[in-house]
């Protein structure tokens, strides 16, 4: 019985262990039927894949030796720069190249790189499975011989004409060079990140070493950059690079080039110690050549491609507002900042068609700048303060509930989940209209219009307009988000109010052609993103706020300008008359710009003093006015749908509009007298202020706006327009501490310009906050108690854990 069940047990195990032998033996004839077919159907055939391969190009060596030269050019197709080139690298022989160098390499791209005769036939049928799994493209099996092949002489498109070359060259390229030779082409071909092309550059741009003096673990850390050289920057993602650095020695270690102890003691050198500090940049227009990489790699195409693959690229540039845009902020020709830590981004667009015409990314010289330097106007996040009002609040209420902009809102005390909310001045207003509400920048009628839209319908007009929120709160209605937004980001956003509702998709990038002649065109499809009535509505309450407002230092003698200012309080422990941040976001019907100012790192000797909030306004205006000299730019015009009653707007078919309620209050009913009464008191209420306003216009005195750059602009002790202090908190339900401060709004007389004061220069220094990015504001705001979650784990119980006031 016993020898029954054992002779059992031993037939079952034989059976298991040939079933994996039955798999492999399944998957090899699978591949290799796969790859008949393959030729058969799709290429055609023996002859055409042969007709295929000899349509190569021939084997140039001075292509093997350099990378191609990659060109960019401007919205007029004129050539702004190039990048790689001969002058980029220093050329080394592979007798140069130490063997620890080498193996790292290897070991990394490829293992079985002295065994194979161009084409690694394993790493073929790993490849096609994941193909036929994932579809065509998505996992490569290229051998070192081959990507020296693609990156010399073929485009880098995932095509079966391209694969068929790159395998017929590859082997014919074997046949006329050595093993050392072709790694020798390789080594000092590829890209590195950084501007370094070639091994021998690499070692210095982050070592600042020969490579014979390199060590294990700086060797694993070059093997591994050329797969993402700006994903492992070490210089800007240390963790990622460290990561990466470690999978390169494990591998190293795996084939037998360096033994356990070695490996160990390598993975336990941090990243950042290894590095030298970065050489300084001299790239022209690195601020927007930054954000074209970033648009290419959206678009599938690696940054190493555009480095080496001797590409055309087309994109949205103007030289001429680029190069004033970076004069407006590194120099004081045009405005006189307070200090040198102070810090600018602004992004300029067609409004039309949401191409990036120039980005300003910090104030820092150019010759002053580190490796690619940070750039304020696309890699930061800051809050937006009561710039956000239009999209969350005034915005939505058109659109969905078809208010007025004479909707009347009730100023008066608010308190949410116990938390009481409060305007910048400490005052209620009593009844205002939509409209005064905005130019003012009250907090209070902002949140309940927010309360009226709805969650749901403010998340998705600010979807709409290229705004994502996963968590959304009342304080976001004055700007206290938990995660802030880019200059980019608010660009994009207030360029739909300026073209009649439709958004595009902020973009520097217009084509790209490869060396063989095919090009890639981009062209991102236009979305409505809401209807024409709410973006003239909205337009013309923000004109009001540049004419009468908080934004009247951005004014442009000649061109209808519309724009919303924002400011965000000081963190808890910082006293002083300012803000953490101060924006300006403003639009013409051919230009819009977002303008963001502050220091990285807020603390007592580095916040935005009150007299310096115009700042922003003033790069917007000294940005925008020269642009726009010499070009026509229309005035806003009002759809068919808007009809005017008085000096307020109306979406046509809507009567005249009861006090505003939160969504979730039950309308009431009147009867017609009330009605008849109600209309006869607005249109009373509207000749009063069309009267008043025609007053003013003849008080106003002229300003012609031009600004001789010669003379800067000093910030006036008054904010000319407001504070707009908005939001530094955002995970709370009911909002952020006082639900606003906005310390300008009725200050904004005129006042002589004076010089700002410097005895205390902000050296961004002081309570540098918990993060050493400068995305990161510095200081976190006071928490109630230390068991509060973030909003992925809870929704928050209290409405003080962050300080929030807009303007």
Do not use: C
């Not at 194979?116 to 579809?135: E, M, Q, W």
């Not at 700006?230 to 210089?235: A, C, K, L, M």
């Amino acid at each position: 019985m016993m020898e029954k069940k054992n002779s059992a047990s031993r037939l079952e195990r034989r059976k298991q262990n040939k079933r994996p032998k039955r798999f492999r033996k399944f998957l090899t004839y699978s591949t290799l039927t796969f790859l008949v077919l393959f030729l058969v159907v799709v290429i055609g055939g023996g002859a055409t894949v042969f007709s295929v391969a000899k349509g190569a190009p021939d084997l140039n060596p001075e292509n093997l030796k350099y990378s191609r030269t990659s060109t960019v050019y401007d919205m007029n197709n004129e050539k702004v720069v190039t990048i790689s080139g001969k002058e980029k690298r220093d050329y080394v022989s592979i007798k140069d190249i130490p063997p620890r160098v080498r193996n790292a390499f290897i070991a990394t791209e490829d293992v079985r790189f002295y065994k194979h005769n161009g084409i690694d036939t394993k790493r073929v049928a790993g490849a096609v499975l994941s193909n036929i799994t994932h579809g065509f493209g998505s996992e490569g099996a290229s051998t070192i011989t081959q990507q020296v092949v693609k990156n010399s002489f073929l485009s880098p498109e995932k095509t079966v004409t391209r694969k068929i070359q790159e395998a017929y060259l590859a082997v014919q390229l074997e046949r006329k060079y050595s093993k050392d030779q072709i790694l020798e082409f390789y080594l000092n071909k590829i890209y590195f990140g950084n501007s370094a092309y070639g091994v021998k550059t690499a070692a210095k741009t982050y070592f600042d070493k020969s490579l014979d003096q390199l060590t294990i673990g700086e060797a694993a850390l070059l093997a591994g950059l050329p797969q993402r050289p700006s994903g492992y920057n070490p210089f800007e993602h240390p963790d990622l690079a460290e990561q990466r650095r470690n999978v390169v020695l494990s591998l190293l270690h795996k084939n037998g080039y360096i033994s356990e102890q070695e490996k160990e003691e390598a993975q336990k050198q941090p990243i950042k110690k290894m590095l030298v500090k970065p050489k300084k940049s001299q790239q022209r227009y690195e601020a927007f050549l930054q954000q074209v990489i970033k648009d290419a790699r959206k678009e599938g195409i690696p940054e190493k491609e555009l480095f080496e693959g001797g590409l055309k690229i087309y994109t949205t540039l103007d030289q001429d507002a680029q190069s004033q845009a970076e004069k407006i902020l590194s120099t004081e020709d045009y405005i006189r900042y307070p200090d040198n830590k102070f810090q600018a981004g602004v992004v300029l667009l067609d409004t039309e068609t949401g191409q990036i015409r120039a980005i300003g990314g910090n104030r820092r010289e150019d010759d002053k700048q580190a490796i690619r330097g940070f750039n304020y106007a696309t890699d930061t996040e800051r809050q937006p303060g009561s710039t956000i009002k239009p999209i969350l609040d005034y915005g939505p209420a058109i659109e969905y509930l078809k208010w007025s902009t004479n909707t009347p809102i009730k100023d008066e005390p608010l308190e949410i989940n116990g938390k009481q909310f409060q305007n910048w001045d400490r005052t209620y207003h009593g009844t205002l209209t939509m409209r005064e509400a905005l130019v003012q920048s009250y907090n209070i009628p902002a949140i309940k219009t927010f309360q009226a839209v709805g969650e749901a319908n403010a998340k998705q007009f600010a979807g709409n307009l290229g705004i994502k929120l996963d968590t959304i709160y009342p304080s976001y209605a004055i700007g206290g988000f938990n995660k802030g937004v880019s200059p980019l980001t608010m660009a994009g956003a207030y360029s739909a109010f300026g073209n009649k509702g439709v958004y595009h998709q902020p973009t520097t990038l217009r084509k790209i052609e490869y060396p063989n002649g095919v090009v890639k065109q981009f062209n991102h499809e236009p979305k409505t993103a809401m209807s024409d009535y709410t973006a003239y509505m909205v337009t013309d309450m923000l004109k009001s706020v540049v004419s009468n407002g908080t934004g009247r230092m951005a004014q442009i003698p000649g061109l209808d300008v519309a724009g919303k200012t924002g400011t965000t309080n000081l963190p808890s422990n910082v006293y002083g008359n300012g803000s953490t941040d101060s924006w300006f976001v403003g639009y013409t019907t051919r230009y819009t710009a977002a303008v963001w100012t502050g220091y990285d790192h807020p603390g007592q000797d580095a916040y935005v003093k009150k007299e310096d909030q115009v700042i922003a306004k003033l790069i917007f205006k000294e940005l925008v006015s020269h642009v726009s000299e010499n070009k026509l730019t229309a005035d806003f015009e009002k759809p068919g749908s808007v009809v005017t009653r008085g000096s307020e707007l109306y979406v046509q078919g809507t009567s005249i509009p009861a006090i505003a309620q939160p969504s979730q209050t039950e309308d009431k009913k009147e009867d017609s007298s009330t009605d008849a009464e109600k209309e006869k008191q607005v249109q009373e209420k509207e000749k009063k202020e069309e009267d008043q306003k025609k007053k003013e216009e003849e008080k106003k005195p002229e300003d012609n706006g031009n600004t001789n750059p010669a003379t800067p602009v000093t910030p006036p002790k008054d904010d000319q327009g407001g504070n707009d202090q908005g939001g530094n908190g955002g995970t709370d339900q009911g909002g952020n501490d006082q639900g606003g401060s906005d310390q300008g709004g009725d200050q904004d007389k005129p006042t002589e310009p004076t010089t700002p004061p410097k005895e205390k220069p902000g050296d961004g220094t002081t309570n540098p906050g918990t993060g050493d990015k400068p995305t990161d504001p510095g200081t976190k705001p006071p928490q109630e108690n230390n068991n509060t979650k973030k909003p992925e784990d809870a929704k928050p119980s209290s409405l003080d854990s962050k300080t929030t006031q807009t303007e």
